[in-house]
């Protein structure tokens, strides 16, 4: 059965960093685009970065762009989220999905930032 399982989130000050991971089970991640989404109470999902099967193709929510750092380790089949100088708006439910053909959603991994 396809699944997405993310963990790494955590309570981190202003300016702190963390690394969130995405395993993927139930299908092959080389075949698909990526994509790492967050979600704070009462408003929409917001895409946060994609990701293309061979790492060439990357983009950034404007938001998080030279801060987070997306990646993927296709032989594992785990999607990554670098977030350095981590800031209270980053506060948030953090998913992984496909970027194209989106599966059932995970449980996400919470980040907390905040002094």
């Known amino acids: 059965q396809v699944q997405l399982v993310e963990s790494g989130g955590g309570l981190v000050q202003p300016g702190g960093s963390l690394r969130l991971s995405c395993a993927a089970s139930g299908f092959s991640l080389r075949d698909y685009s990526m994509s790492w989404y967050r979600q704070v109470p009462g408003k929409e999902r917001e895409l946060v970065a994609v990701i293309t099967p061979s790492s060439v193709g990357i983009n950034y929510v404007d938001s998080v762009r030279g801060r987070f750092t997306i990646s993927r380790d296709n032989a594992q089949n785990i999607l990554y989220l670098q977030m350095d100088s981590l800031m209270p708006e980053d506060t948030a439910m953090y998913y992984c999905?496909?970027?194209?053909?989106?599966?059932?959603w995970g449980q996400g991994t919470q980040v907390i930032v905040s002094s």
């Open positions: 999905n496909r970027y194209r053909s989106r599966i059932s």
